[in-house]
């Protein structure tokens, strides 16, 4: 038989046991990610894209992989481990940085810049400018993935005619942005002139779309607003007269009316980055098509 105190003492005790057992769950982040699944020994089929025209794609297409996806914890490798993977994981569209080398090549990196470096393991250089490419390629991301140029992508395009692939160029400006274009066509003409049916411009600038479409016409853009400070009835303007009919945007420059006027223009709105699975439903329950995420699969919102 319990002294008197310890009987006292019992609901105490098991109060403090429940709440021992149920701190993982409540502090854990469920709905947050960040490291996407290893589908490499369990591919997954991913959703069959409608490409018979333009755009159609976007109906299938809840979950754009930022950056050729997230891999091992890290986000914007833009690596090739990471195409392979986000491919395993069921992804079909991948959106990819592009950068130019110092000897005229095009590679998959955020940028030259000397805080990237760090960012993808890399020791920054003394001098900030860009690689030749021999050189981006020896050096490796997080110390063991592979640093992928546009040609690699695009070869990997060619083997799997389900793929489509968005650029993000950074260059607001419209001759820069027609400049990187021309390497763009380039290249990919030197592969396969079929694989410019699949590659998706984003644009930075509502005046990128002219000086893009003088180099090749392609079938379908992509506006983004994230550096963009135009108000929302001018991108809906712009969208509008160019008959551009996707736009992403940040959570910054998110809100439900702005995604509804944008469907009304005809237009279909992505967020990015978003790596929250109640929250990229919460923003396509608002009408937002989908997002571009580094480390959220597509299983996860069946």
């Known amino acids: ?128 400018r860009p690689m030749p490419l021999a050189k981006f390629r020896a050096l490796p991301i997080q110390g063991h993935y592979t640093p992928a140029t546009f040609k690699d992508a695009l070869a990997f395009m060619a083997d799997h005619p389900d793929m489509l692939l968005i650029t993000d160029t950074k260059e607001p400006d419209p001759a820069k942005a027609a400049a990187v274009f021309k390497r763009i066509v380039a290249e990919a003409e030197s592969v396969d002139p079929r694989l410019l049916d699949r590659i998706v411009p984003q644009l930075y600038e509502a005046d990128n779309y002219e000086a893009v479409k003088s180099v090749h016409p392609f079938k379908q853009y992509i506006y983004t607003l994230y550096l963009n400070k135009d108000s929302d009835e001018q991108v809906l303007r712009d969208v509008a007269a160019r008959g551009i009919r996707i736009v992403v945007m940040d959570e910054n420059r998110y809100s439900p009316d702005f995604v509804q006027a944008l469907k009304r223009e005809g237009a279909y709105a992505y967020v990015n980055t978003i790596n929250d ?25 069946s």
């Open 1 to 128: 038989m319990l002294p008197a105190a310890s009987k006292r003492m019992l609901p105490q005790l098991l109060l403090t046991l429940l709440i021992f057992c149920a701190a993982p769950l409540l502090l854990s982040p469920v709905e947050t990610q960040s490291q996407a699944p290893d589908c490499g020994q369990s591919p997954v089929p991913g959703a069959k894209l409608d490409l018979s025209e333009p755009y159609g794609w976007v109906r299938q297409t809840p979950l754009i992989a930022h950056a050729l996806g997230g891999i091992g914890g890290f986000a914007g490798t833009n690596s090739r481990e990471a195409m392979l993977q986000a491919y395993a994981c069921g992804y079909r569209v991948f959106e990819t940085d592009v950068s130019v080398t110092s000897d005229g090549h095009l590679a998959l990196r955020h940028d030259w810049d000397a805080g990237t470096y760090p960012v993808l393991g890399q020791t920054p250089p003394a001098k900030e």
């Open 277 to 301: 699975v109640g929250r990229i439903r919460e923003l396509m329950a608002d009408g937002a098509q989908g997002v571009m995420t580094d480390f959220i699969v597509p299983s996860a919102l």
